[in-house]
């Protein structure tokens, strides 16, 4: 069903959608029929937790059903836990992913936007990363340097560095390399122009640290209003329709399908398209 079953979605800017893509892997693995453990190292923020809580209650108070994934916390207090040392967070973090790696099929990890300890041995434990980034030379600058006056790459940034030595430990160690995909996320329908620049760098930058390029989730309010239920586009069905439906959320449904398809997992099949009505 896929090239590794430990996926840490990451990027050290906030802001760039890490949780929103989270959740809809985990969603769509989920109705693939995939057992799925979560980890969500945003001990400030928590969002993917928030939305599977956000889930449990609106499935509870509809009567409804639909897969939920394994929640792999790492303590009751995250914000005790995010000031703590680097060695007493690092064990919390490999006790809860062994716990993790025994209990499911997948492990998902959401990062912070930022670099910590945790962040850093969550990169070293994948087989797939994937960084989503706003479709802007503002989310690329966490990827790679550009010349102000000319725009051509000058070199990478803080980050790939981070997955480029993470790669590197992985291969020394185990023979084993980590698939990198960057997921241009947030596509807006015009700006034609700076896109073009910005795919120009964004490939230069590819070819020279190794990462693959894929199809983010575009600016759309589905994503954003069904965000409160806990739920996405994967779990809409005849009975599971907390907001009026759309052909919008049909071209929503064929997007999340191709990002699955881009990071080699399956899920959502033809026969499981909705109907809009």
Known sequence: MSQGN???????????GKSTIAIHIVTGLLHAGASVAVMDLDLRQQSMGHFFA??????A??????????????GVDGRRLAKAPDAEALARFEDTFGEAREAADFVLIDTPGG?????????????LIVTPMNDSFVDFDMLGVVDPVTLELKRPSLYSETVWNSRKDRAAAQGETIDWVVLRNRLAPTEARNRKRLDERVHAL????????????????IYRELFPFGLTVADLS??????????QHVAARQELRALMGSLGLTGLEDGDMIAAQ
């Open 206 to 221: 590819s070819r020279r640290v190794g990462f693959r390029v894929g199809p983010g989730l575009r600016d759309r309010v």
């Open 6 to 16: 430990v996926i840490v979605v990451g990027n050290e800017k906030g802001g760039a």
């Open 238 to 247: 005849p009975t599971i329709r907390p907001v009026a439906m759309s052909l």
């Open 115 to 127: 670099d910590t300890a945790m962040s850093r041995a969550a990169h070293g434990a994948a087989q």
């Open 61 to 74: 108070a509809n009567g409804e059903t639909a897969p939920m994934p394994i929640e792999n916390t790492l």
């Open 54 to 59: 956000n889930r449990r209650a609106w499935l």
